[in-house]
């Protein structure tokens, strides 16, 4: 008889721990308190249109979270860029571009940073010293975690203007922090993860489907084939161990699930409440949260050619055009469907809808010119409050591990020490981590890692 492993939690991490234990030879039981899974990244309709709850999108480097669309069959549902190249748009609509070259890193970038037209000589002098000085460090050092990105790279030379112009263009979406409110140490990672360490590492990938179309659908449907039972709308109440048998029992509102193995996969403030007293010893819960607000515009016409871009000296973040997602499973949608995406948005989480449709219709017209003659015929926020962790200075020191101090019980999420920030790859790794450690607790087939995903 096959392993018994009950995953809590259909999120990302959730799912993709889900389909390495079945492809372990475990036998899979996975738990979803919503009527939906997906977690932070799903997909739902509104009129007419299929929108994601927030612009998702991943790098090259994210070898976990592609092997994960292999694996479900969706590979092809994702757009990579042969070259990075970001459009960088200015209001007035003049449009500029940071972008790599095939020399080999981290002189790919010395190009585009020495014509960069947004800093000063000064200060793409500056920035070369500073980026040389980042790719020393080692992200690993805990002593990085304590300082703020922001404040070393005033250290470094770097003014207020060029930390907008070019640190928090990549820090902010990537973080969903702003740099004096972030770790030093996770920015250290991304910067050298994607940017510094292989020329092609930050490449940027678009998925060319809605999210639950790319990764939640196929996902069900692989475990399901596999012989997985998934249920929804299934609250868990609490993890225990039977003391006459000694099994795992987790108890949900419709009954208890015996198990082998348990993998949690669930966010921070929740999973303490969930496990055994002593399993973990780490405060998760004071990880905090950092929202993600998201702006859904569809004009009567087109309004630009770009399929994506983002925005310097505007309060528009990054905007995607999501016409053809948008038509996933029903009627094309006419016009042009256009999502911004606003990270670090905790002054945007409050703000009444037509607050944020009068600050923002007008900066995207000067963004886009030919949105002055559009109409708008729809105008909708999306609000993620618990997006992510937050990324600030001591948050390294509150991410934990898959393993956990009861046997047999592992944690999975993106919250968790996975290296990486909270994005979809750190989500996947995290998830594959938690599952190959219950399979290899419980002597199941499939032991090995391969590379790039360590335990």
Known sequence: MSNQVCVIGGGLAGLSAAVELV???ASVTLLEARPRFGGATFSFSRDGLTVDNGQHVFM?????????????????????????????????????????????????LAGSVASYPLLTSMQKLQAARALAALRRLDPANPALDAESFGGWLRRHGQSSAAIEALWALISVPTLNVKPDDCSLGLAVMVFRTGLLDRNDAAD?????????????????????????????SCKVLAVQRDRAEGRLTVCTRDGIVPADAVVVAVPQDVVGGLLPEGTLT?????LGFSPIVNLHVHYDR??????????????VGWVFDRTATASHGGEPVSGQYLTVSLSAADQELGEPVSQLRDRFLPALADLFPAARRATVQRFFVTREPHATFRASPGSGSLRVGEQTNTTGVFIAGSWTDTGWPATMEGAVRSGVRAARRALATLDATRTTTPEGVPL
């Open 282 to 286: 780490t405060r998760v819960d004071r």
């Open 23 to 25: 492809d372990g030879g």
């Open 204 to 232: 940027l990938a678009i998925p060319t489907l809605p999210l639950s179309a790319l990764h939640v659908d196929p996902a069900v449907a692989a475990l399901e084939s596999a012989g997985a039972v998934v249920r929804r």
């Open 60 to 108: 090259r480097c994210c070898t976990a979270y592609r092997d994960f669309l292999r694996r479900i069959g969706t590979a092809d549902g994702v757009r990579v860029q042969d070259r990075l190249s970001v459009p960088i748009l200015t209001p007035g609509g003049e449009l500029r571009r940071l972008e790599r070259s095939d020399l080999p890193a981290p002189l790919h």
């Open 302 to 315: 087109p309004v630009t050619s770009l399929p994506f871009a983002t925005a310097h000296g505007s309060p």
